[in-house]
């Protein structure tokens, strides 16, 4: 596996070894030493065209904890916001000898453009691109829910998972139907027809444009965030309709089941698709998520950059 | 010895026939079995298809204003190396051909290259802007004589500006070629709405927005009782609304693009700009129903959409990318890949499609002849048992963007004459038509 742009290029197999290897690291990272020194004299480069500081925050800290050199190209002021054509930035950090470069940018595909491309060389992991995947978010999305629904299963076979949103403009989206059925779990869309998209009819998921109906029937509840600029595009009336009919309250938090969970990408809209006393309760493992999210990070760096995987039992 | 005209021998006619076909003074001198001139080059065409020269209806020259992706000469040049002896130039360039002036400058530099007929295509409206008719008389009366107007790139939206558009050419015995695309179902819109674009997350371009203007227009000028032409139509539920308007005796053409002909969405899943065109590849479905439309005429011809575009604008991420593909020097390899070698057409059909049948759309008297004697030596010639494999920096063209590059085609063109003068000889243009 040389690259990361979507999670279709994982097997079942490699999407376990990530999550397997995640929670090996998560091991080291809670004992006294922090930092292993696998990656040590290995260059990565954080190329974020578009703004996202959690995310870049996230892999520049799983890239540290294995010893890496890190280099930030983000999008204010950089070069990347000025017009420079992604060919010329790929040429530069070919030079600069950057071994994997941590792509997020505003259009789809561009991490498969770098990777294609014979501009350079380096492995890409995508961060994001556009409304078409963000895979290490899924992966770590994964292993969270593994950890509190799979009762020590590697997959994720039998867990019900419900996505609610907007999914149409959702890299979150995409990227976790694809590796929630790769582990066996089954998935429901809950969303306004607007919002889910044309040609939807042959992923390998529920559709419902009723919550209540399907929030007692699932193990996990992921709430996507609602962009502000869908607010006027015709997608739904207002923001009070939408909160009414396709947002996480206490009211539909009771009709979960018992052991279910709540999840979020980030950043969330209180008030808006996940009220303040749902998103701050016993059944939101949403700041678990964010440190999860390093753990996951260096898995695939570890995956793609040591190219092996950590065994349980390994050092 | 002074050369005398051309003999082509032994050729096969667009009706299966074998005959050699005498060439002089630009003319078609004579066509028969067994014709000897000893002043004539002789062309052996064994196993060749002779075609009338082909006539595009749809073409991108990009000058005046971006002469660094295409000129009226190397458009020229590479219409020649395909087989064409007429192109029509869509009136979006810079300045917009929406004047006499523009459409005489690109009249006479045509004329200048001297290697095909250019016929200027003019703009519906101002500016392409959708809102006030162009000067149509006056390109009308000028030395291009326009008698076809386009707003191609964009849609001619406006119901009432279409409606007065296709009745006020009726003075000119003109036509307009509709850019079939409603634009507020496509603002910001990338590929073919549909499974693929689902899946990339690639903002969709619905064939609705297609179907939509075809049928307004199609009820717009069967009420004014003009003439519309729908360019590049590329769905299955388009060629259905054409098929009942023929049936019901409307007064409506339609062309295909090559590249509709072969190529689908899925190509988008590669992020590769050079396969982003407007309108977009669409499903396999819309394919197959395209060849059909084609070969039982309810599309009437194969027009190129020939769309130079310079590296810079294909090489980055696909929604920064320009819409477009080259096309006149792979055309007829794909016309016949899709429709001769499958059956669906043969031959006769293929001179209709690409040279009759567009030459009568478009009014080009001189062009689209069947071959006959005393017509003007308007003539290709085609080696339908070669193949070729295209390579991109080989093309013609001042651009790279063919979506073809690697593909081995069948179907060599070997030798286009233009008023009788030999533009194209064994595969290798000999005319450069003059330097830029
Ligand atoms: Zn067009």
Redesign the interface.
Known sequence: MRHLLSISDLSKAEAVSILDTATELARVSDGAVKKLPTLRGRTIVNLFAEDSTRTRISFEAAAKRLSADVINFSAKGSSVSKGE???DTALTLQAMGADAVVIR?G????P??LA?SEWMLASVINAG?????HPSQALLDAFTIRKHCAKGAPDLAGIRVAIVGDVLHS?VA?SNILLLNLLGASVSLVAPPTLL???????PVDISYDFDAVIPSVDVVMMLRVQQERMSNLFFPNAREYSRYFGLNSDRLKLMSPHSIVMHPGPMNRGLEIAAEVADSARSVIVEQVSNGVSVRMAILYVLLAGQSLEAGEK | MTVKGYLIKNAQMPDGGIKDLLITDGRIHSLAVGINDATATIIDAKGCVVLPGLVDLHTHLRQPGREDAETVLSGSRSGAKGGFTAISAMPNTSPVADNAGVVEQVFRLGQQSGLLDVFPIGAVTQGLEGAALSEIGAMADSIAQVRVFSDDGNCVFDPLVMRRALEYIKKFNGVIAQHAQEPSLTVGSQMN????????????W?AVAEEAIIARDILLVDHVKSRLHICHVTTAGGVEIIRWAKARGINVTAEVTPHHLLLTDELAR???PVFKVNPPLRTQKDVMALREALADGTIDIVATDHAPHTM?SK??????ASFGMLGLETALSIVQKTMVDSKLMDWAQVADRLSTAPARIGGYSDQGRNLEIGAKANVMIINPSASWTVDKDLVVSKSRNTPFHGYELPGVVTHTFFNGMATLIDGALINSGGSE
């Open positions: 054509s992604l060919k940018h259009a789809s595909g561009a498969q453009r294609d691109d556009g409304t078409h995947e890299r995409r998209p044309v040609g939807i009819e042959k992923w | 709405e549909g499974e693929v674009s689902a899946v990339l997350g690639l903002k969709g619905p590669s992020y590769d810079e090489e980055c991420e696909w929604q920064e």
